[in-house]
């Protein structure tokens, strides 16, 4: 049994080498730098699209809702007391 899976992988995978399997090839069998470079170029996709996500929803953002912009009417009123008190 154990010999037919190790022809299969052969045949579905028959050179495991960095060109064919890059970027995100099945293991560790490539090295270190290998894996560090898989894992350094998932952190930039990733990062790619927190700051995408943080552009279109953040504050000011095309795709945010504007209420979420305002402030609420409890913190208006507070800022306004807070006001009156100082002067």
């Known amino acids: ?23 995100f090839g099945p293991g560790y069998s490539e090295g270190f730098w290998s894996v560090v470079l898989k894992y350094g ?25 504007k209420e979420f912009d305002l402030p609420p009417e409890e913190l208006k009123k507070l800022d ?3 006001e009156e008190k100082r002067k």
């Open 1 to 23: 049994m154990l010999q037919f899976l190790a022809q299969a992988s052969k045949s579905i995978l028959p050179d495991v080498s960095l060109p064919n399997t890059w970027p």
């Open 80 to 82: 306004q007391e807070f």
């Open 41 to 65: 170029f998932i952190a930039i996709i990733f990062a790619f699209i927190a700051l995408m996500l943080r552009f279109l929803f953040g504050p000011g953002g095309p795709l945010r809702d």
